[in-house]
Nanobody, 123 residues
Framework: QVQLVESGGGLVQPGGSLRLSCAAS????????MGWYRQAPGKQRELVAS???????NYADSVKGRFTSSRDDGKNTVYLQMNSLKPEDTAVYYC?????????????????WGQGTQVTVSS
């Protein structure tokens, strides 16, 4: 009933910027907390940024001051603006969302993941 589709990844030089988008579609009533995770080869998936339904944000120490998460509830979309990118930011980035949706006469809340988008920072 709900899908998350990420976009905006790619290859960028160190010091460059990218903006990732995560669009939710389906019979959505509300998108609650959302998060951005990343997984580099041979490493565990880690939380990079999170944003509550009220717009409060938290960031991993490694990206504070460089990454900014925002959301557009009218578009059911969350963004991750990444500036001053470093080679160590190279990873597959995933969005995650806690979504309330309707099905028939009922509403449900579930956790969803996007398919991931590759970010490569290299000269």
């Amino acid at each position: 009933q709900v899908q998350l589709v990420e976009s905006g990844g790619g290859l960028v030089q160190p010091g460059g910027s990218l903006r990732l988008s995560c669009a939710a579609s389906g019979s959505i009533l509300s998108i609650n907390a959302m998060g951005w995770y990343r997984q580099a080869p041979g490493k565990q998936r880690e939380l990079v940024a999170s944003i509550t339904d009220a717009g409060s944000t938290n960031y991993a120490d490694s990206v504070k001051g460089r990454f900014t998460s925002s959301r557009d509830d009218g578009k059911n979309t969350v963004y991750l603006q990444m500036n001053s990118l470093k080679p160590e930011d190279t990873a597959v980035y995933y969005c995650n969302a806690d979504v309330t949706y309707y099905s028939g006469s009922y509403s449900y809340t579930n956790d969803y993941w996007g398919q991931g988008t590759q970010v490569t920072v290299s000269s």
